[in-house]
């Protein structure tokens, strides 16, 4: 199918060279499985699974269904002081697979209302229980956390903030954990760990009593998938508990198997005290967010109003709403029916090791990896990000979608994938890296 210009007048794309891609656009009409399908009638390997959402891969007839019938019979309830069974029940399924003491889930949009709502509960945590002067958040560089401003201000992406103001005051940013020495190492890194005490540090600089909550992704994901070293989260960890920090990790990238795991907080062995999450989990069907927080901080703030009073000023028009939940459910469901976190975890060795077979190409200056998620750098063109658009687009004509961030590529398969997938993946990788 043919498209004039006037068809491109009126959308305003996001996270996209507009101009660019109205002279060459690349428009997808079908999806199914590992595989998206374009205007031009083109098949294309889905190597990023969408934006990382599509785990159980594309247009699920059982979450469809699933969301059709809701339609039908509720298409909307009010979600303040009135609810529907299913949110409940998601929130029910949802504990079931957080790690333990995470039991209490709080709904939203996306992974940017997740982020947001994690960060207005760390401040009224601290407000309920007498210490509202801990004001502060501590972050990362090279960190992701959404586009609404408070996630803005976390973010340590510098073209994510530039444009936008002055942000969240208060926010801090430790270094990141990538090391040039550390360059093309499989999984976890053994050196690097003596990061983590940068929380340490800023906590004296600024006083400990000042932060109210350490915000990390348990594996950087939009970055270009920087591995934690080993020892890293556990010592932040420790850092948050000497003082009295809350610690969330943001896990809407890195939860629902994408490390062969249920979350990276599995992953890794280090509980947070609250959790974000978003994309898998309904398959990306239906727009949703959630928060998992503890028991801790849950009790504290619930208790700290007066009977009948609302004990959280905070929620959205379509939190919960009945057609994400039905999609969530029915997403949990194919989770549990195809084992697809186990399948994840058995697919891992074989993806990593035919990604880093990728070495020996001279364009690429690293790669990292750990579960169904890698990433790996290309030398840069003549300014940094071009390189990677044209890489991006000529992968698309060669057969695969690859989310790129600037420079760096994120390779993430449905969780449905099986080797022949990988192997043509990693093809199309070389053959269109050859093109240079």
């Known amino acids: 199918m043919k498209y004039d210009m006037e068809f491109f007048e009126h959308h305003w794309m996001p996270f996209t060279s507009n101009r660019d891609f109205k002279s060459d656009p690349r428009m997808v009409v079908r999806g199914e499985g590992v595989y998206l399908y374009s205007h031009e009638g083109e098949r294309i390997l889905d190597g990023s699974s969408g934006l990382f959402c599509c785990a159980a891969g594309h247009s699920r007839p059982e979450i469809a269904e699933a ?45 940017s209302e997740a982020v947001e709502t994690a960060v207005k509960i760390a401040y009224a945590y601290h407000y309920a229980r ?7 958040f501590v972050s990362r560089e090279r960190a992701y956390h959404g586009v609404n401003l408070a996630g803005v201000s976390l973010s340590g992406m510098m073209k994510n903030r530039q444009a ?29 760990m003596e990061l983590a005490e940068d929380l340490e540090r800023l906590a004296q600089q600024l006083g400990p ?23 890293y989260l556990d010592r932040l960890r420790e850092i948050c508990d000497g003082h009295g920090i809350v610690l969330i990790f943001d896990e809407v990238i890195c939860g629902f198997g994408r490390l062969g795991t249920p979350f990276g907080a ?43 009073a609302i004990e959280l000023f905070h929620g959205y028009t379509y939190s919960a709403h009945p057609a994400a939940c039905a ?11 195809e084992k697809l ?34 990433g790996f750098d290309l030398e840069p063109g003549e300014a940094p990000g071009v390189r990677g658009l044209d890489f991006q687009k000529r992968l698309y004509r060669n057969g695969l979608h ?31 890296l050859a093109d240079y």
């Open 209 to 231: 009593d000042t932060i109210a909550a350490c915000i990390v992704e348990p594996v950087a994901g939009s970055t270009g998938c920087l591995v934690p070293p080993k020892g």
């Open 164 to 192: 936008f103001g002055p942000g969240l005051p208060g926010v801090v940013h430790m270094r990141h954990t990538w090391l040039p020495e550390n360059r093309f190492v499989k999984g976890q890194p053994e050196t690097g």
């Open 67 to 111: 969301v059709y019938s809701q339609l039908k019979e509720l298409s909307y309830v009010a979600p303040f002081q009135l609810a529907q069974p299913l949110s409940f029940e998601l929130a029910r399924r949802i504990a079931a697979l957080t790690p333990a003491g995470l039991d209490h889930i709080f709904f939203g949009n996306s992974g």
């Open 266 to 308: 599995d992953a890794f062995g280090v509980i947070p005290d609250i959790m974000t999450m978003a994309k898998a989990l309904t398959n990306a069907a239906q727009p949703m967010g959630a928060v998992a927080v503890n028991n801790k901080i849950h009790g504290t703030i619930t208790t700290s109003a007066v009977d009948g």
């Open 341 to 374: 976190i186990e399948r994840a975890a058995d697919l891992s060795g074989y993806f990593l090791e035919q990604i880093f077979a990728l070495s020996d190409i001279a364009m690429i200056t690293d790669i990292r990896g750990y579960g169904l998620f890698a």
């Open 327 to 337: 999609a969530g459910i029915a997403t949990l469901d194919i989770f549990e029916k």
């Open 402 to 432: 690859l989310k790129m961030t600037g420079d760096s590529g994120l390779v993430a398969p449905p969780l449905i994938s099986e080797k022949r997938h990988i192997d043509r993946l990693c093809d199309i990788l070389r053959r269109t």
């Open 130 to 136: 007498g210490e509202g002067q801990r004001h502060r």
